[in-house]
């Protein structure tokens, strides 16, 4: 959980903080939703699902990982899922699931992502 102003302040102050935590598929869904303040609720929620996402993975910030080895994605009904890449592929491989689940929810002042992992009995690893 985050809170939305704290995404929007960093991204005043700090106009490169948008390029190096999200990729440019994150960067173009969040500045396509139109003001900077609904902006500002989709760039929170998916740095707060990135972070969900690499406590699932069990390493939290450590171990070479990069705030794009995450990336949130959407399909066509605007349902998220996430991407797992380089060293967070490896790490997500490693740990024997086979699915990631995220789920995302926003209000003007707070965002809160979600990610399980499942694995299937029977599936390889």
Same mark, same amino acid.
């Given at each position: 959980?985050? &809170? ?21 598929? &994150?960067? &173009? ?27 699932? *993975?069990?390493?939290?910030?450590s171990g070479g990982l990069s705030w794009q080895?995450?990336e949130i994605t959407h399909d066509d009904a605007?349902a998220p899922s996430i991407l797992f890449h380089?060293?967070?592929? &490896? ?25 399980? *992992? ?8």
């Amino acid at each position: 959980m985050i &809170e939305v102003g704290r995404v929007r302040d960093v991204m005043a102050r700090t106009p490169r903080f948008a390029v190096r935590v999200f990729t440019e598929r &994150e960067r &173009e869904y969040c500045g396509g939703r139109g003001s900077s303040a609904v902006a500002a609720q989709h760039y929170a929620a998916r740095f707060a699902a990135k972070e969900a996402a690499l406590k699932a *993975l069990g390493t939290g910030w450590s171990g070479g990982l990069s705030w794009q080895d995450v990336e949130i994605t959407h399909d066509d009904a605007g349902a998220p899922s996430i991407l797992f890449h380089r060293r967070a592929l &490896e790490l997500f491989r490693a740990s024997g699931a086979t699915r990631a689940h995220v789920s995302l929810s926003h209000t003007s002042e707070h965002a809160v992502a979600q990610v399980v *992992l499942e694995r299937r009995d029977g599936e390889p690893s």
